[in-house]
C-alpha cells in the first residue's frame, strides 16, 4: 500500500475496513473453510462476532462448524413472523443437536409494523419494504456492538453472490464468507458425513428457503434460488446489501 493510501486509511474508517479484508483474504482467502472460522472466531474478533442464519436449506453446515469451534458464538436468527413452521421446528431441532448456547431470535419492532405494516399484507404490494421493516432493521439492531459477522452465502447461488469475497468489508464491520467457494455438491457431502438432518421442505421442492409468502417450490432445471420472489426482479432481500442498497426511499432499490 503506498503512502498516500495509508494516509487515506487512517482518516477514512471505511477504506481502512476494506484494508483490513483485504489483508484478511490475503492470509486466510483460500484456507479451509473452518480455518477460516476458527481464525475469526478465536482470534481477529474474538467475543465481537457474531453469526446470523435463516435456519434454511443447508444452514446446519456453517452451523455445525461454528458449534465445533464455540458453541457460544451468538448466532442470530431473524423470524420474521412470516416463516415457514417448519423452519422453526427445524431450528430447534439443530439447535438441540448441535448444543449452540447463544441462539438470538430478532423479530420486527412492533412500532415498525404498526407504521409500515399494519395488516401483515405489506408483502403483496412492497417486498423490498416488507423485508426492510422485518430483517434488516432487526439485524441492523442486533448486529450493535459486533465488529464483524459470518453469512453463510456461496458463489454457486449465483446473482449478486457469484463473485462473493471470502472476507467483505460492510457498513462498518466485517463480513466473513467462509463457503464462499464451496459447491452444491460439496454442501451434501458435508452435511452427510456429519449426518446433519435437512429441513423438511427441501425434499417438498424447496432448495432455497425464505418467508412463506414470497418462497415458491423451484422447477427442475431452474435456479436454486427461483423460487424466491418469483416474478419479480428481486434476488436479496436486504441484509446482505450495503446501507445505500438497502434504502426504501427509492434511492437504494
Request: proline share 6%.
Amino acid at each position: 500500500m503506498a503512502l498516500a493510501d495509508i494516509a487515506n486509511a487512517a482518516l477514512d474508517p471505511e477504506l481502512a475496513l476494506g484494508a483490513e479484508a483485504r489483508a484478511l483474504a490475503a492470509r486466510y482467502g483460500e484456507a479451509p473453510a473452518e480455518d477460516i472460522l476458527r481464525a475469526a472466531i478465536r482470534e481477529q474478533y474474538r467475543g465481537e462476532i457474531a453469526m446470523v442464519s435463516s435456519f434454511g436449506a443447508d444452514s446446519a453446515v456453517l452451523l455445525h462448524m461454528v458449534a465445533r469451534i464455540d458453541r457460544t458464538t451468538p448466532v442470530l436468527f431473524i423470524d420474521t413472523g412470516k416463516l415457514f413452521p417448519e423452519t422453526l421446528r427445524y431450528r430447534d431441532r439443530i439447535v438441540a443437536q448441535l448444543g449452540l448456547a447463544d441462539i438470538r431470535s430478532l423479530g420486527p419492532d412492533p412500532q415498525d409494523l404498526a407504521a409500515s405494516d399494519p395488516g401483515g399484507m405489506l408483502w403483496m404490494s412492497d417486498t423490498d419494504r416488507c423485508c426492510h421493516v422485518r430483517k434488516v432493521l432487526p439485524l441492523d439492531r442486533a448486529l450493535k456492538g459486533f465488529a464483524a459477522w459470518i453469512s453463510g452465502r456461496k458463489r454457486f447461488q449465483g446473482g449478486v453472490r457469484a463473485a462473493l469475497p471470502v472476507f467483505e468489508a460492510e457498513d462498518g464491520r466485517i463480513k466473513v464468507n467462509p463457503l464462499a467457494g464451496w459447491s452444491a455438491g460439496e454442501i451434501l457431502a458435508y452435511a452427510r458425513s456429519h449426518d446433519l438432518p435437512p429441513h423438511p421442505l427441501v425434499a417438498q421442492g424447496y432448495p432455497s428457503i425464505g418467508c412463506l409468502p414470497c418462497t415458491d417450490k423451484v422447477r427442475p432445471g431452474e435456479d436454486a434460488r427461483a423460487g424466491r420472489w418469483r416474478g419479480q426482479a428481486k434476488t436479496e432481500c436486504g441484509i446482505h446489501l450495503t446501507t445505500h442498497g438497502r434504502e426504501i426511499d427509492g434511492s437504494g432499490i
